[in-house]
């Protein structure tokens, strides 16, 4: 009797435990489109009070911040020793940014895309994508007895981010919209309001993630998932969840150049950054399986550039496509593992 009693109540808690899961794990989502809202809204009114084009905001400071979960998983990844997961997080991230983030955002709402754009950023992305694969590429290149990504090449990928930071910010120095054509409602309040509306949407954003990547794998593994399959998946989208509601909320807002901005700017610093730092905490031990969705990251980045060079914009023919290939990639990564 007091087994019984003791198995019922271990149910009611169990129980318990799973509706209150669920119920974070909308919480999550609420808190992410609703930050992205907000973020999108004050990074904007940023841009205009800085004169700076909405473009290159969305390559640094949306895409910066969107990225930070990113970041965080794959930099405590790296100190715990966990090279799989920085590396399967950065490069599933940013198939699911090329492929699902831009498709379905184009498909809300063709992304136009402005000719620096297709001149620089996106070969930059493609730069980074083949850096990527060159500095994990010790076997074949180096004739090594294993694949590392090193503190050397860590700091490599980390200067490759600095060179881009010096073109973004002088890109914004020589674009500046004149004074006249600006708002004049500048003022203390205004910037202060602003500001603290994108610090705001963004903190909403990072812990509208965590919340969500946290219980979604707890309801995938109570499901039966394995980790590995968790991480592939849940763990990459999770994390990409920010690029994902802010380019979508750019689009509904007709900010399609944060849109697209906040996805390549996003790629940028996945691999620039995120994994150059990583690497340069704790060398990356990199599994044979990633250099096949290393290679399809490329060919995707390669892809996206070919799109956008279709009438300078990317239509939501183009987007469908970009959106079956991610459904089609998470079929092949289900079944390999």
């Known amino acids: 009797m007091i087994h019984f009693q003791g198995t019922f109540y271990n149910k009611k808690l169990m129980r318990g435990e799973s509706i209150l899961t669920y119920i974070l794990l909308a919480v999550g989502f609420a808190l992410l489109i609703k930050g992205a809202d907000y973020f999108v809204e004050g990074a904007s009114k940023i841009a205009t ?14 895409a910066f911040g969107t990225s930070s979960p990113e970041a965080t998983v794959s930099m405590i990844a790296a100190m715990e020793g966990n090279s ?17 983030v831009v498709g379905i955002t ?24 083949v850096a990527l694969a060159v500095v994990a ?32 910010i002088e890109v914004a120095l020589n674009n500046r919209e004149p004074v006249s054509d600006v708002p004049t409602a500048t003022g203390k309040v205004t910037w202060g309001k ?10 909403a954003i990072i812990f509208g993630g965590d919340l969500v990547v946290d219980h979604a794998t707890t309801i995938a593994l109570s499901l039966g998932m394995s980790e590995t399959l968790v991480g592939l998946t849940i763990v990459a989208v999770g994390t990409s969840l920010p690029e ?58 390669a892809v996206l550039l070919i799109f956008s060079r279709s009438k300078f914009k990317i239509s939501k023919a183009e987007g469908a496509i970009l959106a079956a290939v991610y459904i089609a990639y998470l079929v092949y990564i289900i079944l390999r593992n």
């Open 49 to 62: 009070m800085l004169r700076v084009p909405p473009l290159l905001v969305g390559l640094t400071i949306v």
């Open 244 to 301: 994902l509601i802010t380019s979508i909320t750019a689009a509904l807002k007709k900010e399609s150049e944060i849109a697209l901005g906040n996805i390549v700017g996003s790629n940028i610093f996945n691999i620039l950054f995120v994994l150059g730092a990583a690497a340069t905490i704790s060398p990356l031990a990199v599994n044979d399986k990633i250099f096949t969705d290393i290679a399809i990251m490329i060919i995707l980045t």
């Open 137 to 168: 590429s010790d076997i074949a290149l180096q004739m090594a007895g294993t694949n590392l990504i090193g503190r050397s090449e860590g700091i490599i990928l980390l200067l490759f981010f600095l060179i881009f930071l010096y073109y973004i």
């Open 106 to 129: 184009a498909m809300i709402n063709p992304l136009a895309v402005e000719t620096t754009t297709i001149r620089k950023e996106i070969p930059f992305t493609l730069l980074a994508s």
């Open 84 to 100: 799989d997961v920085s590396l399967g997080n950065v490069v599933g991230s940013n198939i699911f940014n090329i492929t699902l």
């Open 194 to 203: 602003n500001i603290f509306i994108t610090i705001a949407g963004l903190a």
